[in-house]
């Protein structure tokens, strides 16, 4: 069983950056595919940015330019640096791995983006 731990999460002003961590609270664990969610109060869980094993990277339209997904060397962790943070960008964010073909989420953390 995979357990997930998000963190970074905070209270920011617009323009402001964070960087948000997700790692598997044990070692051993290597993930081929890593991604990052976010729900606002009101909508759907959207997917924000995600990682394949091979490099490859991809983002929704509206985080394009300002956020960057990368990971440890291990496959270990995943990282979301959050860059011209705007309010709408306020949110639960979650990180999502597959391994062992089943999808695990961690408890999600929150960002804020005061005007």
């Known amino acids: 069983q995979v357990q997930l731990v998000e963190s970074g999460g905070d209270l920011v002003q617009v323009g402001g950056s964070l960087r948000l961590s997700c790692a598997a609270t044990?070692?051993?664990?290597?993930?081929?595919?890593m991604s990052w969610y976010r729900q606002a109060p009101g909508k759907e869980r959207e997917l924000v940015a995600s990682?394949?094993?091979?490099?490859?990277?991809s983002y929704t339209d509206s985080v394009k330019g300002r956020f960057t997904i990368s990971r440890d060397n291990a496959r270990k962790t995943v990282f979301l640096q959050m860059n011209d943070l705007k309010p709408e960008d306020t949110a639960r964010y979650y990180c999502?791995?597959?391994?062992?073909?089943?999808?695990?989420w961690g408890q999600g953390t929150q960002v804020t983006v005061s005007s």
């Open positions: 999502k791995v597959f391994y062992n073909w089943r999808d695990y």
């Open positions: 044990e070692s051993g664990y290597s993930f081929n595919y």
């Open positions: 990682l394949k094993w091979n490099g490859v990277k």
